[in-house]
């Protein structure tokens, strides 16, 4: 019966995660669902508990249809059962009083109450020895007795007696007239007194603070001649006093009169006198807290701030107003998706300035940072211990700081004032302060105490969850596999927390009410625990389930429940047909499974098993007793860990069998006695953890650990190999699980052998093991992007890589042998010949390494860094590079095998390899660049004599990587220091780019050509950058002079003089493509904001005399077909040229002369009349050209408002050109600016800008070089390679038989634990488990029989894998075909296809090239397919086939107006300043051949601002990638796609 208990359970698991619940779509309507399965419409009928009745067997209930459990239905209600943490005992002790009868009170309160009464009767007079007995007895009758005799006898005044007696225990005199050591011990017991009154509730705290104990205790600190010990009890006392909020008011605060010190002061004047270091440490605990209690005020009074001059009246009464919170659909939400909110014009309209919000994120994160090291720095020192940083031995019982902690936030209406920051538009459109507050939360729900926390401010926290809910990504809510550690999910997680522990709390009471056993299966008990059975269908609530019952002792309340119900309580039958102990079998065992914390097992282990030994019949406890097998006679010390081992090893053939789930629980009781916390600042170092790390090798914990991850690795390998997903939820759970345990064992073991140098580690199993891993696990995510799992996974694999390259010894003399051979080299070696090894290994390779090698320079920081830590970055890049020098060879032939590759995800990984690589130093720089022109020098010289050149697609490819590396600093410096061909062996290079040039000039109207021609083009723009420089201008520590500064980062004056002739024949060759004058144009307005430039390009002028009218008559014939962007940057670089005197003051456009001055004014420039003739030819004058433009123009414009200042340009360069004389020819009285020789390569290297100074740290700067790999549009017949299939498979599958694999592969399925059948996730052409949309959002349809293992399971909705198109989802759509008609289309589909051209269904070849017609841009936006980009990968159907191209330019709106920077932060060179008619938006656009991979890439003059910290690392823009959408657009152009900005600004 339970076999059916547990399909149907899985059955409905699988239903939750695919996600049972409609998602309401963009526009508003419910799908459609044609799914009988049972799906319950939430929206329109809330789905009531069925009511169990006793006759329910475990049988029918199993089959109550699955009911969704949606958490905002339920809201949390007052704390039951626990007491609230903030509370003290004394204060729960009353309260435990109030609710039951005083007469029948058993626990010995009223013995208690009268012993005290009768000592404070006794010594009303005497001082004497007896009364210093009885001062020291009072502390332990007080929370008993008094809390007793406060309710029988309310109106006796019992503490002020005992206020009174404190204070005289604490008075010195009184002290001194006693004997000796009766002195000591009177003083002391007054301050445990102290203690102990201060938590008597307000009137215990207010009657001390009256009677002034603040006082008495700094004059027995301060007093001369007392112990150590004696001054640490007055600390206990002062900390206890300060622990309540009413204390810590009076000791922060100042007495007026007589200017008196506050607490505060004076205590930091005792800590700076000399003291002992135990005084110290005592004293620096009270600081901290009052530092904590201070910033909690400060957060506080930020809030109420923001509430009372809230721009928006509704949101500030959401504390009040439980509506407006609820009320999810709210119209600031609905708005933040709709119209960017522009956050500069936010913060002005707010009471808030940008500094107050950094402020606010500065105090949230400090407040984080002290609680998490409040264990160590908050807590008095016991009185026998001694501040070290080591220890072995010791007390482990220490206060608990968190109470107190508690106490003042709910003091300060913490959750309150958090709620208020996520509800202000202000303060939640900052993604710092939203990522702040998640951290603190998320650290308090990791604890039981965190989570009562919660329950007692419940209102609060319903409000926060809500509050919440507008951040999240809704696909997110239901059927993501993820648990709670990721962002999105984390209100989720939270709530499922709390509304778990609520549950549990339930449990709890129902047993404290009902001890009698006749009736067994209460309703109110069955309703509690089917909601926790609900709970775990979602996978973030499974999770939280089992988090929550792994704290503390709450698993007990479960096992109370199957103790009161098993058989020897109920005997055979009752027991059987108990739905509560079914119920309670099935959590507990989902606990065990899914919780990687086993410190509860430690202490019911030995129940469990028990129970499992006394039930044989029931399948749920068998397996129980599987996973519980290693722990039989276990005590959890280091002594174990032999025999725990030896279990690994002789059950490791088992392993991912439901025979060997014993094997997960005993790597995860490894993990928790042998590898320690991570390490909290101001944490004593405890030795006992090294000591567990030498009793792992000495039992051969290496060998059993490679072994474990070896065999993981071939289980795992086959169904990967058919992308198919990780089987169930429990499938999954245990194999990360297993991971992640042995990879934090390997670690702590390598880490801790190799970390002083002295030993080496030549075991390559290890490498190569997680190599494999890697791939399996990290490198094709099926949900289009690392969950939280699979990112520590992945984390952990490239620490313990980089843990190797510490196992270098620094006294060894380095010659080429060691470094071949040390562990660094090997490790290296074995991930290099990994990439090549076998192509599905070939990503992930690339992605391990991009991983291990350092980023690229300079730093992005808020800070000055220090010469050192600045000589440190860059000796670690050198090391690196000369361990990467000794495989040059395999480097090489990484970038040979991969230039080739038309597979877009590879290419992006090679470009930001090979930015990494050239960033480490000058030799790597030079080996990398001098490859990537080897392959093209060959690919230019591989055709015949004789005949004409023929450009093919590797040629175009080769373009793309080389204009993709150019655009960054060391890249660009590199090749300009081969293509001067200076060097012996060099010249080559030289040659080869004057050949590059010429094929630019001749650009004809062969596509390949064009294409090849337009990446040329942006390779000089980078070429021509002056900013683009490895020493920035704008760096403190660079004392270069401005032609220093050209000459390093420009081509020398030969080369420059080659590269100006060949732009003026660009743009005077009437057949080059649209894109390729508008980057010429870009580049010659680089050139000309120096003199050196403009001599040259003046000089290309002269000799060619009309060019710039042939763009002139360009920009006009074409018009209507341009989006205005080719006229607008014509007419700036006539601005530009001109001579900076006709234009009177050019206050107005700043054109030339930079704001911010490091880039000095040129003094060169035309006159209007040589720029009259340089604009005219025989047929016809300048300004009638302009005039026609003009009117061109003025009719656009009436349509579109931003082409007004294109109009007034034209206008004004009309009428300039009018009111100027004769036409004359150049001038060439000019005198050629001559630069200094340029720095060696290996000298700029050394004097590099390490960092960059931001005002505030950018998170996306910190995210933007992980970009996730964004699908380029890209033409698929030119990508085409052709092959001869039956060739190859002659050469390499001579004797494979297919029929043998294919029956092997599909009849040795794994199956996964707890299944003896094979998984669902293996029959084919189950709805749940196909989908055939496309990342690209393009409907694509395969056969169901095919689909099924090719095409992953959209887990967690297919991240990345739905463009806007298509709903995620749609059951309706994925029905199977019962026909054998070819599919046709939904309409959605068709009206989809009708407004933007949508790939017509696989059966229908595509056209050989996209039709040129003018594509609509939808209206948010233009980037297609992934909400944001957010999906780092796609599926692996469309790996390999790139979609064909959408024409379409990108829309900077699309990017949800967050400050995305150097992508994006327009650099003044185009800004409005320089009159640019930049920033209008374009209209339909008709590009003069599809737009394509040779769109533009933003030069990084648009990417980044001049000036201070506007730089923005320029190596950002490697992954803007050669075929971004919209390459060095002005402004508008911003950040190529408006990529990512979305998954970034959350």
Known sequence: EDEEEEEEGDDEEEEGEVGALLIIGDDGYEQISSDEDGIADLERETFKYPSFDIEYTAEDLARVPPVTYDPFDRELGPLLYFSCPYKTTFETEVAKLRDQDLEKENTGAAETSVKLTELLELYQEERGAKWVTALEEIPSLIVKGLSYLQIKEPNQDYISQLVEWTMQSLNLQIALRQPIALNVRQLKAGTKLVSSLAECGTRGITGLLQAGVI?????????????????????????????????????????????????????????????????????????????????????????DQLAENSPLPNHAESEQDSDAGLERGNQEYESDVEAPMDMDNLLESSSMSEGEVEKLINLLDEILHLMETAPHTMIQPPVKSFPTTARITGPPERDDPFPVLFRYLHSHHFLESITLLLSNPVTNIHPGVLQSIRDILRFLVQSQKGLLFFLSEYEATNLLVRAFCP?????????????????????????????????????????????????????????????????????????????????????????????????????????????????????????????????????FSAILLKLCKADENNTKLQELGKWLEPLKTLRFEINCIPNLIEYIKQNIDTLMTQDGVGLLTALRVLCHIACPPPPVEGQQKDLKWNLAVIQLFSSEGMDTFIRVLQKLNSILIQPWRLHVNMGTTLHRVTTISMAR?????????????????????????????????????????????????????????????????????????????????????????????????????????????????????????????????????????????????????????????????????????????????????????????????????????????????????????????????????????????????????????????????????????????????????????????????????????????????????????????????SLMETLANAESSYNCLLTCIRTMMFLTEHDYGFYHLKSSLRKHCGALQTVLKRVVSNFSKDPGELASSFLDFMRQILNSDML??????????????????????????????????????????????????????????????????????????????????????????????????????????????????????????????????????????????????????????????????????????????????FKLGKHKHETFITSSGKSEYIEPAKRAHIVPPPRGRGRGAFGQGIRPHDIFRQRKQNTSRPPSMHVDDFVAAESKEVVPPEGIPPPKRPPKVSQKISSRGGFSGNRGGRGAFHSQNRFFTPPASKGNYSRREGARGSSWSAQSSPRGTYSESRGGQSNFNRGPLPPLRPLSSAGYRPSPRDRASRGRGGIGPSWASANSGSSSGSRGKFISGGSGRGRHVRSFTR
């Open 215 to 303: 006082n008495s205790l700094f004059e027995l600190l301060f007093a001369d001649h007392v112990s150590s010990s004696l001054k640490l009890n007055a600390f206990k006392a002062l900390d206890s006093v300060i622990s309540m909020t009413e204390g810590m008011e009076a000791f922060l605060k100042c007495r007026l009169e007589a200017h008196e010190k506050s607490g505060y002061q004076r205590l930091l004047e005792l800590i700076l006198l000399d003291q002992t270091v135990r005084v110290v440490t005592a004293g620096s605990a009270v600081l901290q807290k009052c530092h904590f209690y201070e910033i909690l005020s400060e957060v506080k009074k930020m809030a």
């Open 471 to 603: 951040f999240s990504d809704p696909d997110q809510e239901e059927g993501l596999q993820t648990d709670g550690a990721s962002d999105e999910a984390f209100h989720l997680w939270l709530l499922h927390s709390t509304q778990t522990l609520q549950c549990i709390s339930e449990l709890f009471c129902h047993f404290q009410r009902c001890t009698a056993t006749d009736e067994t299966d209460h309703s109110d008990l069955l309703g509690t625990l089917h909601n926790l059975y609900l709970i775990t269908f979602n996978p973030v609530g499974r999770s939280a389930v089992a988090h929550v019952f792994s704290l503390e002792k709450n698993l007990q309340s479960l096992i109370t429940l199957m103790e009161f119900y098993s058989k020897e309580a109920l005997g055979d039958s009752k027991s059987k047909k108990s739905v509560a102990y079914n119920y309670a079998c099935i959590l507990v065992l989902l606990v065990v499974q899914s919780s990687s914390d086993v410190q509860m097992l430690e202490q």
């Open 741 to 1061: 345990c042995t990879l934090t064992l390997l670690k702590t073991m390598l880490t801790e052998l190799l970390r002083g140098g002295s030993f080496e580690f030549k075991d390559m199993r290890v490498p190569s093991a997680l190599i494999s891993l890697h791939m399996l696990l990290c490198s094709i995510p099926l949900s289009g992007r690392l969950d939280s799992d699979e990112q520590k996974i992945q984390n952990d694999i490239v620490d313990i890589l980089l843990t190797f390259t510490q196992g270098v010894n620094e006294k060894l003399t380095i010659s080429e042998e060691t470094l071949a051979n040390n562990t660094w080299s090997l490790m290296l070696k074995e991930v290099l010949t990994s990439i090549l090894r076998i192509p599905e290994g070939f990503f992930s390779g690339l992605i391990l390494l991009s991983e291990l090698l350092p980023l690229p320079l300079p730093m992005q920081t808020t800070q000055v860094i220090e010469p050192h830590d600045i000589s440190v970055a860059l000796n670690t890049r050198k090391l690196w590079s000369m361990h990467l020098h000794v495989q040059a060879k395999l480097l090489q032939e990484i970038v040979r095998s991969f230039s080739g590759s038309t597979c877009q995800p590879i290419q992006h990984m090679l470009r930001r390899i090979c930015v990494q690589l050239c960033d480490l130093a000058s030799p790597t720089a030079l080996l990398i660049m001098r490859t990537v022109l080897d392959l093209l020098v060959e690919d230019l010289q591989s055709n015949p004599e004789d005949k004409e050149k023929q450009y093919t697609g590797q040629t175009t490819r080769l373009l793309a990587l080389l204009d993709a590396l150019a655009s960054h600093k060391a890249c660009k410096l590199a090749i300009l220091h081969l293509i001067n061909g200076t060097v012996k062996g060099d010249e080559k290079y030289a040659e080869v780019f004057q050949e590059l040039l010429s094929l630019m000039r001749a650009a004809g109207d062969n596509v390949i050509h064009q294409q090849c021609a337009e990446y040329l083009a942006s390779i000089l723009q980078s070429l021509c950058d002056q900013d683009i420089a490895l020493i920035l201008p704008s760096s403190s520590e660079s004392t270069l002079s401005e032609l220093e500064q050209l000459s390093n980062s420009l081509p020398s004056k030969e080369l420059l003089a080659s590269i100006c002739d």
């Open 1144 to 1321: 009177g003051c050019c206050g107005d456009d700043g054109s030339l002369v930079e704001v911010d001055g490091t880039h000095p004014a040129r003094t060169l420039g035309l006159t209007t009349v040589e720029l009259k003739y340089q604009l005219q030819n025989k047929e016809e004058a300048p300004e009638n050209l302009l005039l026609e433009l003009e009117k061109l123009v003025l009719e656009r414009s009436k349509e579109d408002d931003s082409l007004e200042s294109l109009l007034d340009s034209v206008v004004g360069l009309r009428q300039m050109l009018e009111s100027a004389g004769d036409p004359c020819p150049l001038s060439d009285q000019d005198v050629e600016p001559v630069l200094p020789p340029p720095e060696s390569l290996q000298n700029l290297f050394n004097n590099r800008t390490a960092y960059i100074l931001a005002d505030v740290m950018d998170d996306q700067l910190k995210t933007m070089w992980f970009s996730p790999f964004q699908a380029e549009e890209i033409e698929t017949d030119l990508d085409m390679v052709k092959v001869d299939l039956i060739d190859l498979s002659e050469k390499g599958c001579s004797d494979f038989d297919l029929q043998a694999e294919l029956e092997r592969s599909f009849l040795s399925e794994p199956s996964s634990p707890g299944r003896t059948k094979t998984t669902k996730g």
